[in-house]
């Protein structure tokens, strides 16, 4: 699988969201970079837990940003946020549970095929209302 590579056209706006995507994007390469190298049994766990909650993290202060701009479809990218999240923590559970057992290469798969849709699918329909409202970097680093 090639790495997922950040460029201009992923980009929905806003430096620190962006920055969160190249974020997340980079861990799930590390992923296939340990699984390339042999050390995803004893390694992938760590890094998923990292997907995990830098997913959560970013899942936050994206929706609270959605939220101040009054982006229509919220609600519906909330609960694609809110699937992801528990596919992800699904898998991480089942990596602490059963190491040898867990399909990394699916789950790498799987998470760049999700990722790439939806940062470019999704995540790129609020670029506009983000563009329309100078408040949105505000309300994106406050807490
Ligand atoms: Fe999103
Ligand atoms: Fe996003």
């Known amino acids: 699988m090639r790495p997922l590579e950040w460029s201009d056209k992923w980009s929905v706006g ?6 969160d995507h190249k974020k997340i994007l980079q861990l799930i390469n590390r992923l296939g970079e340990m699984r390339r190298e042999g050390r995803a049994e004893n390694g992938a766990a760590s890094v998923i837990a990292s997907v995990a909650a830098y997913t959560d993290y970013h899942f936050r202060r994206e929706e609270r940003i959605l939220e101040a701009v009054d982006f229509p479809e919220l609600e519906r990218h909330r609960a694609i946020h809110g699937r992801l999240k528990t596919k992800t923590n699904e898998f991480l559970q089942a990596v602490l549970e059963h190491p040898k057992l867990v399909d990394v290469e699916g789950l790498e798969s799987f998470l760049v095929h999700w990722w790439q849709n939806h940062i470019l699918e ?5 670029r506009p209302y ?11 680093t406050a807490e």
């Open 14 to 19: 806003l430096d620190i969201v962006d920055d």
């Open 122 to 126: 999704e995540d790129m329909a609020y």
């Open 130 to 140: 983000l563009a329309e409202n100078p408040e949105a970097e505000k309300i994106a």
